[in-house]
């Protein structure tokens, strides 16, 4: 079954605006990692947080992780129609391998 | 130093013939992660490699498909007797270690006729 589950499946908002996005998981983590993909493209890596941590940022990013929870959330700020992808939660358990979720599909429209 | 390499970028097969993806992972980095994406999916781990080693491959179906990685070149994922439901979207990552973010190739595209 699905480790990781993304909500929402898509958002749409206007450039300048923050987007938010949740990933659910099952099982306990070494660490979670949030991905960006380009329709057709690879996967970009944009965040690793690990279970020992709460929150993160990088740029206009900023990841939130909730153990108790089973639960983190993805924010950008400000954004801009080139953030327009799909976004993807990871869960690395103790095994090394990631699962992924299904993804949040971002339109910003400028 | 290049990123995560894969070959060939995009592959037609009809249904029967084989498939080789090739993956060549960063520089420094000794362990390969096989991924592959159906369309309007994520990504489904299929194999977890070291060099000349098989650590995970519990994501790979029993048939057809085998990985390998050498202690010389790079990774191979191997699809033999090709059907219409291998089309998809294989993607390859590499990392120096475990618990340390894995950088993704560009991956494979795979259409069997």
């Known amino acids: 079954s699905q480790q990781g589950e993304e909500d929402p499946q898509a958002l749409s908002i206007q450039e300048g605006e923050n987007a938010t996005m949740n990933c659910s998981y099952k099982?306990?983590?070494?660490?979670l990692q949030w991905y960006r993909q380009n329709s057709g493209r690879g996967l970009v890596h944009l965040i690793l947080i690990r279970s020992n941590e709460r929150e993160k940022h990088s740029g206009r990013l900023r990841v939130t992780l909730d153990t108790s929870k089973k639960s983190s959330s993805l924010l950008i700020t400000a954004s801009r129609a080139a953030d327009t992808a799909s976004y993807f939660c990871?869960?690395?358990?103790?095994?090394?391998?990631?699962?992924f979720g299904t993804g949040t599909r971002l339109q910003v429209f400028p | 130093n290049a990123g995560v390499m894969q070959n060939p970028r995009h592959l037609v097969r009809r249904r029967g013939q084989e498939a080789r993806l090739r993956c060549s992972p960063m520089?420094?980095?000794?362990?390969v992660y096989w991924y592959r994406q159906l369309p309007e999916e994520g990504l489904k781990f299929m194999v977890y490699?070291?060099?000349?080693?098989?650590?995970?491959e519990s994501g790979m179906p029993k048939e057809r498909f085998s990985a390998e990685f050498p202690k010389e070149g790079p990774s191979i994922l191997r699809i033999q007797q090709v059907v219409r439901g291998d089309s998809a979207a294989y993607f390859c990552a590499s990392s120096p270690g475990r618990g340390n973010e894995q950088f993704f190739g560009p991956g494979t595209r795979l259409t069997v006729l």
């Open positions: 520089k420094g980095h000794s362990h």
């Open positions: 490699l070291q060099k000349e080693n098989i650590i995970d």
């Open positions: 099982t306990s983590i070494n660490n």
């Open positions: 990871a869960t690395e358990l103790y095994t090394d391998k990631l699962i």
